[in-house]
């Protein structure tokens, strides 16, 4: 449930990211290789932040709309997004999702669903867009997020690797199959940087409130507990910084755009800020020990 208190000022935020020895996010158009722009710099998709970010508030008790499977063991048993809908049975669908779905309230949606799969509507009906069983209803969310990019041009190391076992059965049984070859890419080491903010004018349409804002801080500051995988083994992924800037306004005394460029991330990791006029900067460190242990809700 939704705090009544919606955000009452603006936000700004920056995340510094360091990699090491890991595949931050694959390219499934490039072999799964690590993403990576012309000029060489290594990306993380908005996509993908948004994914973490998502798994870390269901591990923090939080109802999530877009549930992946991979944390299934929080989830609930819906296997499709129409099923979840569905099941949910609301009745205002903007209103209603916006209070049950944090990641509906944060980051908006489009349900082009049918609520009872019929497609018919009310000719009587008042409101055709409530009242329909056809359902097409787009929310904006008011927290955003960038791409991550590294500060430098990355390196890609590609291995060749194989299986110890055949998927299926050769024909000569001391023969290995052809799909026992394989590739894994990591990039050896990089500096990442992304940059999001939260609007308190959308904030005010989804109740978007000031306790989920910390909620939202948080999550960026343990964003790769849980995350671990054969490509990102544990400790290769790490939260090295999270900028927070609180305005004083509901509109903000800066645009974030004069915001984020006063953060200069170097290839090391350091970085300095510049000094904006009634606007300071919180720089705060991964969540460690207790604090942790609290805000994962004792899942670890």
């Known amino acids: 449930m939704i705090n009544n208190k919606t955000l009452t000022n603006k936000v700004d935020f920056a995340v510094i990211i360091s990699v090491k020895r890991a595949n931050p996010n694959g390219d499934p158009l490039n072999g799964n290789r690590p993403r990576q722009t012309y000029d060489g710099l290594g990306e993380i998709s908005d996509v993908c932040l948004k994914r973490k970010i998502r798994n870390r508030l269901q591990d923090m008790g939080e109802t999530i709309f877009v549930q992946s499977d991979d944390n299934r063991a929080l989830g609930d048993e819906f296997r499709s997004l129409n099923d979840r809908f569905k099941a949910a ?3 205002d669908t903007r209103k209603d999702s916006c209070e049950k779905w944090f990641d509906v309230r944060a980051f908006g949606q489009v349900f082009a669903f049918p609520k009872t799969g019929k497609g018919k509507k ?7 867009d409530e009242n329909s069983d056809a359902v097409s209803v787009g929310i904006r969310g008011p927290v955003t997020i960038q791409s991550a990019f590294s ?7 590609s291995l060749q690797i194989t299986k110890s076992v055949n998927l299926k059965t050769e024909k000569d049984p001391d023969k290995k199959g052809s799909d026992t070859m394989g590739m894994k890419h990591r990039v050896d080491k990089g500096i990442y940087e992304t940059y999001g903010a939260i609007n308190t004018q959308l904030a005010s349409k989804t109740g978007f409130s000031d306790d ?12 790769f507990v849980n995350d671990a995988s ?4 544990e400790g290769s992924m790490e939260i090295m910084k999270v900028i927070w800037w609180q305005h004083n306004s ?22 300095e800020l510049d000094i904006l006029n009634g606007l300071t900067p919180e720089e705060l460190d991964p ?14």
Do not use: C, M, W
């Open 212 to 223: 989920d804002v910390e909620k939202i801080k948080q999550a960026l500051q343990t964003l």
């Open 287 to 300: 969540l460690e020990g207790e604090e942790l242990h609290f805000v994962s809700g004792g899942v670890l």
């Open 230 to 233: 054969s490509a990102r083994p």
């Open 122 to 128: 009310d000719k009587n009906a008042e409101n055709s």
């Open 151 to 157: 500060v430098e041009s990355i390196t890609t190391d």
């Open 250 to 271: 509901p509109s903000g005394q800066y645009s974030s755009a004069k915001v984020h460029r006063s953060l200069h991330v170097q290839p090391d990791g350091t970085y």
């Open 89 to 91: 049975n609301l009745g």
